[in-house]
């Protein structure tokens, strides 16, 4: 090191002045005496002193030391026995702690008193010590140096004479300096002196202050030696003196050693990630300093990174830092508030050399660089230092900005001549001293050479580590990154990058480009749209990279497509169909799409560019887009090699500090994939709180071999008072299969179990406590004989030779003798009457049955036949749980004993009503102090607590429900050696076992169960828990089942065997709460007012009475006078409906009173006398207390102050004035008003209490008595019998009990609660239903002459109508045929405008349901079509608004059948738009038909005369007026309910008797008895089928309320059971031979695999000549079959070729007809075409004119028969729908009918010579425009087929009229025949036939229906004259004129021009001519006879 400059030069003299002053002391005092202590732990001296008990004590002398800790001089007593010793317990120590001198002072029990005083005494400088003690004042003085500190004594002060507490004339004492006697009982209590005292001193008891008379003296030299006399030190070094050694100070120097004897300095490379520490000293607590020298050389080439770093908080902050900060060195001394700032040095990151030296002495700070000084002073109170002893060098881990460092990043660069004080600390480290520490590299080594760091690796040391790269706007389009890596990994995300599409036309597109290390190998995934993964790109390239070496990675992005690079292998993607760009998110080591917690980049990365710059590894971490990222040197290694810590096929993941395991594709959890996440069985589950049926995962073996299956769970069987969970398995033997038969062979079938093998399934059957499988065989002539024809194999091997018992050749018949005709088993007994045997196998070592062996009858022809069922295996319980095994314990005092948990598992099952128990508590040993616990401490919680030595756990599982609330809850402990796993039912938590723990843990001391003994010293914990109150069983542990039974001997206290649950069943009554004690139980009455007795079973509210209401209506009792009733508390419980009501009264014969009421509902208030004054106590309730419950009252008369108790108030207060009784009698006692006056004669009537209940007579109060109940009156402890004295009293019923409770009244009825004897009455007022219990269907059945007349008085609302509203259902015998009235409402005198207004409802059975409403002066309807006339209930809804009238009659299969809501989108409603006319002054309903006086009266009805009178079933008859209004009329119910509510019903003709039209809903429920025992039936009963090939659907599974799961069961479609043939097949020959194989086929459907074995048996054996003569014969046979179908096949050939050739030549000739006779046909030849497809309707029957068709879009009315205009509309749906046209058909004028095949029609063509002229008449013979030649469904229609356009469609449509009108005849049927032709042919004909029809299908507007109206459309077409009454419709009022097909304009010029022709004005009407003489009449429908309707 180069120093220059004079200053420097004057400083270095300055100190070695400095130096050779701190030497002078040393030199003066050689003539004093002094010690030298240098021996560390044995150095001391001592003397005794001579003290009287008056004199002073003072003690003086001088030290200097190095060590901040050590002992100057203690005075003990001695020569005492150690209780005298602790008895007085004395001494008077002074010693230095941490650099500071405290004395101390110690006597008897007193506290201890210390003194401190001085700072940094540790300097190495002479101090002078002085203490003294005043025995008079008692007083103690301590003086160092200067500063002097006084405290008195207690001991002194408290006691006038000090000798009675401690005579010296009797203690012998000695004072120790610089150490204690290693011989004595104080060696250990301090730290030994190492330096020089002089000048040692005491006062003796002459008073003189005198020398010490050493006495003793070990380890000390005279003098105060220097050892640095001869410098030991070479090279300059200077020489310290610590006593005992000498250290040199190489400091600038450039050598070092411990003499800098060696050619230095030591030199270090720090590359960012490194740093040094070094500890000053040992001490736990910081040292105060006033001298501290800091100094390096560093070179580096980076402008930032800390070089010191030393800080304390300690009395005070304080710090010493200095860095490299923008290229100058930052310096900060800190003492207390005090910084001081030292900012030196330009460019100092040139990588070269320099040197910084910083000093701190007392006041001031020198900071050195290069020579340069930067003197600073120290202003503050504070100038010593007070640093941590660790000191950082170099940087840290994870430093952040704090006071003194604005610097965070670590140094990088070089060091060498590092000093602390004297300390080389690289010299150190080289020697490898634990007080510097090299930290950082993990396991590298420092590099001690000076290598300039170019490449920093930056760790990614997680899964979740990650480095976010900022996007530019330049990268959006051309992107590139690089750097070079290195991992362990397979499986990890090394870039992802957004992308997305600007291509906003199609909406949003995003994606994103991955690279990936899969398997090893990069990956480049690029998905362009994430909509359309399916076009992703995964691109591999095959370097292996996870082989922690570096290799480099560059990744662009640039015109849609990227390209990756690694180690110069390269991939690139497809460019993008749309344009893309980078997203926002570019990630390095993770990514935003979801992966798996283990699949985040774990690695190093280095030498990372950004779009071709380098970006600094340092101030990357520092910055935000860091995230969990460390600079540590990449320090991998690969742990997975040779590791097997994954068990259970986990992944091993090598991590940045051992090992973890990938857990999530295994069935297991835990750090090592040990534990089983699945619980062992269904049971186990619901034991676990699992208690819904489903399917489960289940781990027979827990954390054994084998893997989790699926299972069906059944959970809640109960068995003796216990609930279990059945585990239910299926196999895939089919039910009922037939295993005998004629010629069937002897065979094995083999079952295999769904999801289970046959380790399993023994597992299963091993540890439940239960199984069963259920065995079923049918028999007819087909013996069972079980071990002999018929044995099963059960699992384990062993053979099973019975069903249902345990007797081999048995069957469950047996049990009983029951068998039918045998001894054995029912099909034992051979006969062909059908017969079962069947049973329950329950051995559960022999089951499940996995194999059946079945040996068939001697006779191969047997008529016999066998089917054999097996049940699935069901298995419950747990043989480690059984009930039997439980144990109670009675009291927290009782447990059990047994030997230490040591290995495997642990788990025990509990059950308590305690909020706090001790469950099991492993108790620790001298040798062995581990221990552990699980105690519940809380309702929710239990607690599991680990200790081993000074290392613990402390978990708390806390349960969503209480764990103290009497059911079974499990607890367990797994561990491994890494885990601990802790489980209390399904909740559970895994926790690391710490890493100074024996991997195995041993626990040896006795286990503890259910509680501890009361002497034992137990966890402070534990401090307030007791043990157990309650069961416990199933405890396992140690690979091993204990019985919990097995462990009760004479010693065991309060444990007794069995589960005895005294709650279980609930001994408690009136809903009390048992308290569970396991051996006895507790109430705890919910009611202690009504409820007592041990049981709470005794309740006075069972005497309830009814009050009728009356004013005799209550009950009267008289009591004497010693009762004291008027000062005692009253208990009774009212219920009612009133408001106000008197309750109780109660007076004696002094006129004092009592009195308790119901006021407002709400107030009960109780009145009483306080002497002559009349005062009242109220307690108001927030809720209704005339409810009609039933609401408690307690009037408690405590010492007379009232209080009056609702229920179960919270808030009641008592009345402040105390209750006072009259003592004399008065006739006028009170001046207030009374409510009840009892009768007071002038003279004192006898002695007595008088008590109503109730009421009081009326001469007493005008107060009503209670109509309700009152129950459960009780006064003082006196009862009254209520119910007796009702018996007395007719107006009191000796009942009340519910009438409404169990809901009585229906459909929508109101009950109200008459009580009594559960009496009630029903409000049927908003139901549809009449009759007491509104179970009468509002109805009626007219019988055809009977009529229902119901009159109300409209409401001023209702006076004129608009939106009317009817409702009904309606039920007509089927086989109706004339048109019968339903309803008719109207006015029944003239209103207003003199007319009377109705409407009128009627049925036509052939076409529907209509509805017109007469105005007076206009005439409108609506109709619904259909055939209603079935036998079937259908419902009519009518609703009019205003303009629109709408109708719906739904059958009962309409989904909204019975909902009185309509909907104008419902489908196939009539409705129509009508003008707002009003219907005036509607006051009468008929239901059934019209009187004849009514026919007179009223205009317009004379039309309906000739219908009948309804006769059939109506109910539900509502009508609303207005429709707004509440306001409803309903007949029907009025009558059957036999009142008049709205109005008044009157019945003409015969009794109208009630019906129902909900019978037909009726649906009738089959019970299937299942027969108790085995009898002979000639049914054969089976198991339900399974088909095993459906996967068991969803079944889900909620575990309890908190414990959720969704499994389902995984598909499974096994063969049927495995069939394995023995023997030879069965031969009709009897022959016996040599046993033989042959194989025979079997359906392939009844077998998986078929195996063909040898078995030797007794079955008959057949010749092999015999059977070769069987098969050729059969072969034969086969052969001339064959021979035969093919011949058959040939001649058919022939046959069909003949007909085809014979077709071909008709049809030649039929074409060849036509185009002589049809000239406008041949001028398009291909209209050939329309005759090629006629005959596809052969059979179908054309007719001319229109039948009418049922669309979707429009409803079909039939017209009334009235002269008036009428508005009937077939109205679409809605606006946008068309109308659809009918099919036209072909009429026969000659036959006046249809044609009636298809040979008609084509004559009927062909004669009528069909021409261009002669289209138009068709169309005037068709309906309305549609063209003549229309075949029903066939392709040359002029419209498009509707799919709804059916038969059915049809015969529910109501059809008009036949047409008036005559067509010329033709002649008789013809022969022609017509071949079909291809359909796409048909649109050439269509063209030709129909004009108007596109080649779409669509029509010209030409070619549409006519107007819908009556009314004549056009200028021709004036109404009718001879309807006076009438209104016409315009086309723009027409429902139709929406419509976008239809106009006024659209019907035919033939028809529009005609006057002479009528359109009915609604679709499918027929066009007919009218005859003048037809013209001259009243209009009128015409029947087929012409006659009118």
């Given at each position: 090191m180069e120093f220059q400059g004079p200053k420097f030069l004057h400083s270095l003299k300055l100190a070695v002045l400095l130096v050779i002053l701190q030497t002078f002391p040393t030199t003066l005092s050689q003539e004093v005496t002094s010690w030298t202590f240098n021996i560390p732990g044995i150095s001391f001296l001592s003397f005794t002193p001579l003290y009287t008990n008056t004199q002073n004590q003072r003690i003086s002398l001088s030290f200097r030391t190095r060590n901040p800790n050590s002992l100057i001089f203690c005075h003990y007593l001695k020569d005492l026995d150690i209780k005298e010793l602790q008895r007085l317990n004395y001494r008077l120590c002074a010693e230095l702690q941490y650099g500071l001198f405290f004395l101390s002072y110690k006597l008897l029990d007193y506290d201890e008193v210390r003194l401190s005083v001085g700072k940094a005494l540790n300097n190495d400088q002479w101090h002078s010590l002085n203490v003294l003690l005043n025995s008079d004042t008692g007083d103690l003085t301590l003086t160092v140096d200067k500063e002097t500190k006084v405290i008195s004594l207690k001991p002194y002060t408290q006691y006038d004479d000090f000798s009675q507490l401690l005579d010296w004339s009797q203690y012998k004492s000695a004072i120790y300096f610089g150490g204690t006697d290693p011989n004595t009982l104080f060696s250990d209590s301090y730290p030994h002196f190492i330096g020089c005292l002089r000048d040692i001193k005491y006062t003796n008891k002459d008073e003189k202050h005198v020398s010490v008379p050493i006495e003793t003296l070990e380890g000390v030299q005279e003098g105060c030696i220097d050892k640095c006399t001869n410098n030991p030190c070479h090279h300059g070094g200077q020489c310290i003196n610590t006593y005992s050694e000498t250290i040199c100070d190489c400091f600038s120097t450039d050598y070092q050693g411990p003499y800098c004897s060696e050619l230095g300095p030591s030199t270090v490379t720090l590359r960012g990630y490194e740093w040094l520490t070094y500890n000053l000293h040992w001490y736990d607590q910081n040292i105060l300093s006033e001298k501290m020298r800091l100094s390096l050389e560093f070179k580096t080439s980076r402008g930032s990174g800390v070089l010191f770093y030393a800080a304390g908080g300690t009395p005070y902050h304080s710090h010493v830092t200095s860095s490299v900060h923008a290229g100058t060195v930052q310096v900060s001394v800190g003492l207390g508030d005090e910084d001081i700032q030292v900012e030196a040095g330009i460019g100092i990151n040139d990588y070269r050399w320099h040197n910084l030296t910083i000093v701190h002495n007392?006041?001031?700070?020198?900071?050195?660089?290069?020579g340069q000084e930067h003197v600073r002073d120290i202003l503050g109170p504070f100038y010593h230092l007070a640093l941590h002893p660790k000191i950082f060098i170099g940087g840290g881990d994870d430093f952040v900005v704090t006071r003194g460092l604005q610097v965070t990043q670590n140094f990088v660069g070089c060091l060498k001549n590092v000093y602390i004080n004297e300390v080389s600390v690289l010299h150190q480290m080289v020697e490898n001293n634990p007080a510097v520490v090299y930290q950082g590299g993990g396991s590298m080594q420092p590099e001690y050479t000076c290598t300039e760091v170019v490449n920093i690796p930056i760790s990614f040391p997680t899964s979740a580590s990650k480095l976010r790269i900022t996007k530019t706007e330049e990268m959006s389009t051309n992107f590139e990154i690089e750097f070079d890596f290195k991992s362990v990994r397979k499986e990890a995300v090394l870039v992802y990058m957004d992308m997305e599409d600007k291509d906003y036309t199609t909406g949003y597109h995003f994606g994103f480009i991955e690279v990936w290390l899969h398997q090893g190998q990069p990956n480049l995934r690029f998905v362009g749209s994430m909509t359309s993964e399916d076009r992703s790109q995964n691109l591999s390239l095959p370097n292996i990279v996870n082989d922690n070496k570096w290799h480099s990675l560059q990744l662009s992005f640039k015109d849609g497509a990227a390209k990756l690079k690694v180690d110069g292998n390269s991939v690139t993607s497809r460019n993008f169909r749309r344009p893309l760009e980078i997203g926002a998110n570019i990630i390095v080591g993770y990514g935003y799409n979801k992966y798996k917690d283990s699949e985040g980049f774990v690695g190093c990365i280095r030498t990372l560019k950004v779009q071709g710059q380098g970006q600094d590894a340092l101030d990357l971490i520092q910055t935000r887009a860091a995230s969990g990222l460390i600079i540590d040197g990449c320090n991998i290694t690969d742990y997975c090699k040779g590791n097997r810590m994954c068990k259970h096929g986990g992944i091993c993941l090598s991590e940045w500090k051992g090992v973890a395991c990938d857990c999530t594709e295994t069935f297991y959890t835990g750090r090592a994939c040990h534990f089983a996440k699945y619980k062992g069985s269904c049971d186990e589950y619901f034991q676990s709180g699992v208690n819904e049926s489903g399917v489960m995962l289940i781990d027979l073996d827990g954390s054994g071999s084998m893997d989790p299956v699926y299972a069906e769970c059944i959970m809640g069987f109960e068995k003796n008072y216990d609930f279990f969970g059945k585990t239910v398995v299926e196999h895939n033997f089919q039910p009922n299969t037939t295993v005998r038969g004629k010629m069937m062979r002897d065979m094995k079938k083999y079952i295999e179990y769904r999801e289970m093998k046959r380790e399993h399934l023994m597992r299963l059957v091993t540890e439940s406590a239960w199984c069963e499988q259920h065995i079923r065989y049918d028999c007819q002539y087909s013996p069972l004989r079980l071990g002999i024809d018929t044995w099963f194999t059960a699992a384990n091997g062993e053979m099973v030779e019975y069903l249902g018992t345990n007797n081999p050749g048995h069957c469950s018949c047996s049990l009983t003798n029951n068998c039918a005709g045998a001894d054995r088993c029912n099909c034992d007994n051979k006969t062909m009457i059908v017969q079962f045997d069947e049973g329950t196998n329950t051995v559960r070592r022999q089951l499940p049955i996995i194999e059946m062996t079945i040996k068939q009858d001697d006779d191969p022809l047997t008529p016999g036949t066998g089917n054999m069922t097996l049940g699935p295996l069901i298995c419950w319980g747990n043989t480690n749980q059984l009930p039997s095994k439980a144990v109670t314990f009675a009291s927290g005092t009782g447990y059990l004993l047994s030997q230490a948990w040591r290995s495997g598992d642990i788990r025990v099952s509990f059950r308590t009503h305690h909020d706090t128990a001790i469950i099991l508590y492993q108790a620790g040993t001298e040798d062995n102090i581990n221990y552990f616990f699980v105690a519940v401490t809380s309702e929710y919680t239990v607690k599991f607590y680990f200790r081993w030595g000074l290392k613990m756990l402390d978990i708390d599982i806390t349960s969503q429900e209480p764990v103290s609330n009497g059911e079974w809850h499990q607890v367990s402990i797994d561990t491994d050696q890494y885990n601990v796993r802790c489980m209390l039912d399904m909740n559970e938590k895994i926790l690391d076992i710490p890493e100074d723990v024996p991997k195995v843990t041993l626990f040896s001391g006795i286990l503890y169960i259910g509680g501890v003994p009361e002497s034992f010293e137990r966890d402070e914990i534990l401090a307030d828990v007791q043990g157990i109150v309650g069961c416990m069983r199933g405890l396992y542990y140690n690979y091993k089942a204990y019985a919990l039974t097995d462990l009760i001997d004479s010693t065991t206290v309060d444990v007794s065997e069995e589960c005895m649950a005294s709650c279980w069943p609930n001994p408690c009554k009136n809903g009390a709460k048992c308290v569970e004690?396991?051996?006895?139980?507790?109430?705890?009455?919910?009611?202690?007012?009504?409820?007592?007795?041990?049981?709470?079973?005794?309740?006075?509210?069972?005497?309830?009475?009814?009050?009728?209401?009356?004013?005799?209506?209550?009950?009267?009792?008289?009591?004497?006078?010693?009762?004291?009733?008027?000062?005692?508390?009253?208990?009774?419980?009212?219920?009612?409906?009133?408001?106000?009501?008197?309750?109780?009264?109660?007076?004696?014969?002094?006129?004092?009173?009592?009195?308790?009421?119901?006021?407002?509902?709400?107030?009960?208030?109780?009145?009483?006398?306080?002497?002559?004054?009349?005062?009242?106590?109220?307690?108001?309730?927030?809720?209704?207390?005339?409810?009609?419950?039933?609401?408690?009252?307690?009037?408690?008369?405590?010492?007379?102050?009232?209080?009056?108790?609702?229920?179960?108030?919270?808030e009641p207060s008592r009345n402040s004035y105390k209750k006072l009784s009259l003592q004399t009698y008065q006739q006028n006692p009170f001046s207030e008003e009374e409510m009840v006056k009892p009768d007071r004669p002038a003279e004192q009537p006898p002695e007595g209490i008088h008590v109503y209940v109730g009421g009081v007579p009326g001469d007493m109060s005008t107060y009503p008595t209670i109509n309700g109940c009152i129950r459960g009156l009780k006064i003082g402890e006196t009862m009254f019998e209520l119910q007796e004295a009702a018996l007395k009293n007719i107006t009191v019923s000796p009942l009340c009990e519910d009438g409404c409770e169990t809901a009585p009244c229906h459909h929508g009825g109101i009950c109200e609660e008459r009580w009594q004897n559960k009496q009630f009455e029903c409000d049927c007022t908003f139901s549809e239903y009449a009759g007491p219990t509104c179970n009468t269907e509002a109805s009626g059945y007219f019988q055809g002459d009977s009529i229902l007349q119901y009159k109300y008085d409209p409401p001023k609302a209702a006076i004129e109508t608009r939106t009317e509203r009817l409702e009904l259902i309606f039920q007509v015998p089927e086989g109706t045929t004339e048109k019968m009235l339903l309803v008719f409402i109207f006015s029944e005198s003239r209103n207003r405008y003199l007319t009377h207004d109705f409407i009128v409802v009627y049925l036509d059975p052939k076409n529907g349901v209509y509805l017109s409403t007469n105005h007076g002066y206009s005439i409108h309807g609506v109709g619904k079509p259909g055939k209603f006339a079935n036998g079937r209930p259908h419902q009519l809804?009518?609703?009019?608004?205003?303009?629109?009238?709408?109708?719906?009659?739904?059958?009962?299969?309409?989904?909204?059948?019975?909902n009185n809501t309509v909907s104008v989108d419902e489908e196939s409603i009539g409705r129509v738009t009508v003008p707002d006319n009003a219907l005036d002054e509607l006051d009468t309903i008929m239901i059934g038909g019209i009187l004849d006086v009514q026919f007179n009266e009223i205009k317009d009805t004379n039309d309906y005369r000739n219908y009948r009178n309804f006769s059939g079933c109506m109910s539900e008859v509502t009508f609303y007026p207005v429709s707004d209004l509440p306001f409803s009329l309903r007949p029907l119910k009025d009558l059957r309910d036999n009142k008049n509510s709205t109005g008044i019903a009157t019945v003409f003709g015969p009794e109208v008797v009630g019906c129902s039209t909900r019978d037909q809903m009726a649906s009738t429920t089959t019970t299937t008895q299942v027969p108790t025992k085995p009898i002979i039936d000639s049914k054969k009963l089976t198991m339900p089928p399974w088909d095993p090939a459906l996967a068991a659907k969803a079944t889900l599974i909620s575990l309890h309320k908190h414990y959720k799961f969704q499994l389902t069961m995984p598909p499974w479609d096994p063969a049927p059971a495995e069939t394995q043939f023995i023997g030879p097949a069965p031969t009709l020959p009897q022959n016996k031979t040599t046993p033989l194989v042959t194989k025979q086929t079997t359906p392939s459907t009844s077998k998986a695999m078929e195996k063909e074995i040898v078995f030797e048996s007794r079955e008959k054996k057949y010749q092999d000549e015999i059977i070769a003569i069987a098969l050729s014969v059969i072969a034969f046979l086969l052969i001339v079959a064959i021979l035969i179908a093919i011949i058959l096949v040939r001649m058919r050939n022939r046959e069909k070729k003949k007909e085809l050739e014979q077709k071909k030549k008709e049809e030649i000739e039929m074409k060849e007809h036509f185009e002589e006779k049809d000239d406008h046909v041949i001028e398009n030849h291909q209209n050939q075409n329309y005759l090629a497809r006629l005959d596809e309707f052969s059979m179908v029957s054309a007719t001319l004119g229109s039948k009418p068709v049922k669309t979707d879009g429009m409803s079909t009315f039939k017209p009334p028969p009235s002269d008036s205009s009428y508005t009937y509309t077939s109205v679409p749906q809605s606006e946008d729908e068309g109308l659809t046209y009918p099919d036209q058909r072909f009429y026969n004028r000659k036959k006046n009918r249809p044609a009636s095949s298809i040979s008609e029609v084509l004559e009927l063509m062909e004669r009528n010579k069909v021409s261009k002229d002669d289209i138009e008449d068709f169309e005037n013979l068709g309906n309305g425009p549609t063209h003549p030649i229309t075949?029903?469904?066939?392709?040359?229609?002029?419209?498009?087929?509707?799919?709804?356009?059916?038969?059915?469609?049809?015969?529910?449509?109501?059809s008009p009229p036949p047409p008036l009108h005559h067509i010329s005849e033709y002649n008789g049927d013809s022969g022609y025949e017509a071949e079909s032709k291809p359909d796409e042919e048909q649109e050439t004909l269509l063209k030709d036939i129909c004009p108007g029809t596109e080649s779409d299908g669509s029509y010209h507007s030409e070619d549409v229906a006519p107007s819908v109206s009556k009314s004549y459309k056009g200028d021709n077409s004036p109404p009718s004259p001879f309807s006076k009454n009438s209104t016409y419709m315009s086309d723009t009022n027409s429902p139709l004129s929406h419509s976008d097909n239809v106009s006024s304009g659209n019907t035919s010029p033939s028809i529009k021009n005609d006057p002479n022709i009528v359109n009915y004005g609604f679709p499918n009407s027929p066009v007919i001519e009218i005859g003048p003489e037809v013209i001259q009449q009243k209009p009128s429908i015409l029947t087929n006879g012409g006659d009118n309707t």
């Open positions: 007392m006041r001031k700070v020198y900071v050195y660089l290069d004690k396991w051996s006895s139980y507790q109430c705890i009455c919910v009611n202690d007012w009504a409820h007592s007795g041990p049981n709470c079973d005794k309740d006075i509210n069972m005497d309830a009475v009814t009050f009728l209401g009356r004013p005799e209506s209550y009950l009267y009792f008289t009591q004497a006078i010693y009762s004291q009733l008027l000062d005692s508390t009253i208990i009774f419980s009212f219920r009612t409906f009133m408001k106000n009501c008197l309750l109780l009264y109660i007076h004696d014969h002094l006129n004092n009173f009592l009195q308790v009421e119901l006021s407002e509902g709400k107030k009960v208030i109780a009145k009483f006398n306080r002497y002559s004054a009349v005062l009242s106590q109220t307690r108001t309730m927030t809720e209704n207390l005339d409810d009609g419950e039933w609401n408690q009252i307690v009037i408690d008369n405590a010492d007379g102050y009232i209080k009056v108790i609702v229920d179960e108030d919270n809804l009518f609703k009019r608004n205003k303009s629109e009238m709408i109708l719906t009659v739904r059958e009962e299969s309409h989904p909204k059948y019975r075949l029903e469904k066939s392709p040359i229609t002029c419209h498009e087929d509707d799919e709804d356009n059916d038969a059915d469609n049809e015969s529910e449509s109501p």
